[in-house]
């Protein structure tokens, strides 16, 4: 099949997963952009503020001594101390009244620059001289704020000239300073005035931009207005934008990680076991459906499905194979039908209408005669055995458990079939010693067990020219099984045969089997029936070595009688030659004829009845006779009517029943109806007499 070549559903997702991905990435980064300047703006706004406040803050400090020296009354009087030099004047007028204020240094200056009042006042311990230059510009601007270096540290001066107050152009008489420490007291009262934090650091010094703190420098100018130093106020900026970016950089790896286990994670249950479908529909491959079934959810049942699939299309494929084969079996078994029947049929046809139309010498009358006997019971087989394999395909036949006495059955087996074997063949025909005989009758079906045991046997003997058939059984008694084995060492079946040797229609192709001739029906018969009593068949052979057929059944004792095992004996085909008198109820004239033609070999008296009627009367007055061969299908009334009158008058009279009904179920009923026996027709010339010396054997005993 075509593949559809591309955009296939997984290259459709990671096309759709990346047009996501760029429109939430575009998105993050507008977001971030945008907090960015939101941060950037409130950043500025605060820091103007803030710039504001501590703007107003400083100008507040620096008001105070400001106004204060503005304010002073006492100019008149400052002016005559730069002459009079009254210190006293000075301390009560002067020092005591800016006692209250937090001047660290008090001094004053004549024009000559020289300190008039310096350090004696000043809180401060070192001496601090305020430079000519500054004086120079004071002297300019009349009023003056800067700051010095001194030892004990940054100092803030207010200056101004001595006046008279009231006219600024009067006479200047000299300059008056305070000043304040920049101390800790000062940087603390500072501190807490802005609300920030307060560093003096060197003029130089760079700070770090913060963030997340706003500073404002406040320069320290001497009186040239020089930088000597820089107040930095820093207050802290609560807006926390680091944790909203975090915040946006975590979901951004969040997202990430996400479609990254999302791609995984699709790939794991839905592409993999997809592309394994696809690999089980186009290959069928056994590893893929065992792949598929370990797969996750819902794949895993359909994996389930396609082994369930799977196994029916081999079973489809198996049973048409079957089907194939089965048809070809019965394509052979009808020519070999139609071969085995004409093969006989034309023998019959063609030595019938021989020996009618040319005269043939007695000799050549007898082997005619016995072509078309053989070809006769041969066509007579075949017909029984495609009666018997139909009953088994349509389900009419049943076991018919009795009580069979294994031990006498084996024994019967082997003298009937005994009497069948050709002079030509050069065969051991004997019973197997057994080493555990079966010591109560057992429940089984009697004729299928002979039928079983017939067919293997005479198989053994067919393709058997020369050397042993056996068989005989054993019981099992660990296994409840009883052991049936029938033994040759004939012409063996090669081993590739043995799988389907019990296959209906199935012939081992060689020369001798196709020269030996048969449908192919009995051993699958054999095996029908071995199942139906509810055992197994098994065969063991090597081809020009022989052949082991053996079957079980079931060991289920029927214990009423035990049974006496006799030894086995040397078996001799044994013919009755008693004398006796033998009915024969019969109502063909040609079957009657037959008969009396048999019976002319032997010595015995023959009466005739034409029917049941007719036989019952001869029965009831003739105590003489010995055997009655009642015909089971005669007009008035039949065999079986005639016998249910015989046998309660003369229970101990053989009544042996002669039928052309071939069937299983029609021999059991005879059985069961009470008659000694039972002979099919057409009539088997040694069978018969085997019956008959049977008969006359026990009367004897
Ligand atoms: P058929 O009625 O044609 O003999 P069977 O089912 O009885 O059919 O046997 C099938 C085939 O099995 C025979 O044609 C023969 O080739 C082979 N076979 C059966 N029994 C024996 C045996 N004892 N020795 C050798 N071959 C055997």
Request: proline content about 3%; some cysteine; glycine content about 4%.
């Amino acid at each position: 099949m075509k593949k559809s070549p591309n955009h296939n559903i997984y290259s459709k997702l990671l096309y759709f997963i990346t047009i996501m991905t760029v429109f939430f990435m575009l998105l993050f980064l507008s977001l971030y952009i945008f907090n960015n300047r939101q941060e950037k703006q409130t950043y500025q706004n605060s820091q103007k503020q803030f710039n504001a406040e501590v703007q107003s803050v400083l100008k507040l400090n620096s008001d105070g001594p400001t106004a204060l020296l503005t304010d002073l009354t006492f100019w008149e009087g400052l002016g005559s101390f730069t002459i009079s030099k009254d210190k006293i004047w000075f301390k009560k007028n002067i020092v005591d009244n800016f006692k209250h204020h937090d001047f660290e240094l008090i001094e004053v200056y004549g024009l000559d620059n020289n300190p008039i009042i310096n350090n004696e006042y000043s809180k401060i311990k070192s001496k601090v001289i305020i430079p000519k230059e500054a004086l120079e510009q004071l002297n300019k601007k009349s009023f003056a704020t800067f700051y010095i270096k001194s030892q004990k540290g940054i100092i803030e001066i207010f200056g101004t000239k001595i006046q008279s107050v009231n006219n600024l152009n009067s006479k200047n008489y000299g300059y008056f300073l305070v000043g304040r420490l920049l101390d800790k007291d000062y940087i603390q009262t500072l501190e807490t005035n802005s609300n920030s934090k307060i560093k003096i650091v060197e003029s130089n010094t760079i700070e770090s931009n913060d963030r997340n703190n706003m500073s404002y420098i406040f320069p320290l100018k001497n009186w040239n207005n020089e930088t000597i130093s820089n107040l930095t106020f820093t207050r802290t900026l609560n807006l926390e934008y680091n944790n909203t970016q975090n915040l946006l950089t975590i979901i951004v790896l969040s997202f990430i990680l996400f479609i990254l286990i999302f791609i995984y994670y699709c790939r794991l249950w839905f592409f993999a076991p997809l592309n394994t479908v696809t690999e089980i529909l186009e290959t069928g491959n056994k590893k893929s459906i065992d792949v598929l079934k370990k797969a996750p959810g819902e794949f895993a049942h359909i994996g389930n499905l396609f082994e369930e699939n799977r196994n029916q299309k081999l079973e489809l494929v198996k049973a048409k194979l079957k089907a194939e084969e089965n048809d070809r079996l019965k394509t052979s078994f009808l020519s070999n039908l139609s071969h085995e029947i004409r093969t006989p049929m034309n023998a019959i046809v063609g030595f019938t209408e021989l020996m009618m139309n040319t005269k043939v010498k007695e000799q050549e009358q007898n082997e005619y005669l016995n072509i078309i006997d053989k070809s006769g019971k041969n066509l007579i087989s075949i017909i029984d055995d495609l009666i018997e394999m139909s009953k088994i395909d349509s389900h009419q036949i049943t076991p018919n458990l009795t009580s069979v006495n294994i031990e006498s059955c084996i024994n019967e087996l082997y003298d009937t079939i005994k009497v069948t074997i050709k002079k030509s063949k050069k065969i051991d025909f004997f019973i197997l010693e057994n080493k555990s005989p079966a010591h109560f009758n057992i429940s089984t079906d009697e004729v299928k067990l002979k039928q079983i045991i017939v067919n293997l046997v005479t198989n053994a003997i067919k393709f058997t020219h020369e050397g042993n058939v056996a068989f005989g059984y054993e019981v099992i008694e660990d296994q409840q099984q009883i052991k049936f084995t029938v033994k040759d060492t004939g012409f063996g079946i090669d081993e590739d045969s043995h799988q389907h040797i019990f296959d209906r229609f199935r012939r081992v192709g060689d020369d001798k089997s196709i020269k030996a001739g048969g449908l192919g029906l009995g051993l699958a018969i054999s095996k029908a029936y071995v199942e139906m009593l509810g055992g197994t068949i098994a065969l063991e052979s090597k081809i020009g070595k022989g052949s082991v057929f053996s079957f079980t059944i079931p060991l289920v004792y029927d214990k009423v009688e035990m049974i006496t095992v006799q030894p086995i004996k040397n078996k001799t085909n044994i013919k009755g030659e008693e004398e006796g008198t033998i009915l024969i109820a019969e109502d063909d004239n040609i079957n009657f004829l037959l008969f009396q033609k048999i019976m002319k070999t032997k010595n015995f008296k023959i009466i005739r009845a034409q029917n049941g009627q007719e036989a019952v009367n001869i029965c009831l007055n003739n105590p003489e006779i010995d055997l009655v061969l009642m015909d089971i299908k005669m007009p008035v009334m039949d065999g079986f009517e005639a016998f249910e009158k015989i046998h309660p008058i003369r229970p101990n009279l053989p009544v042996i029943a002669q039928t052309a009904f071939s069937s299983n179920e029609d021999k059991e009923r005879i059985l069961k109806e009470g008659f000694s026996d039972y002979i099919t027709k057409p009539i088997n010339r040694e069978k018969l007499f085997d019956l008959i010396d049977n008969v006359f054997k026990k009367k004897v005993s």
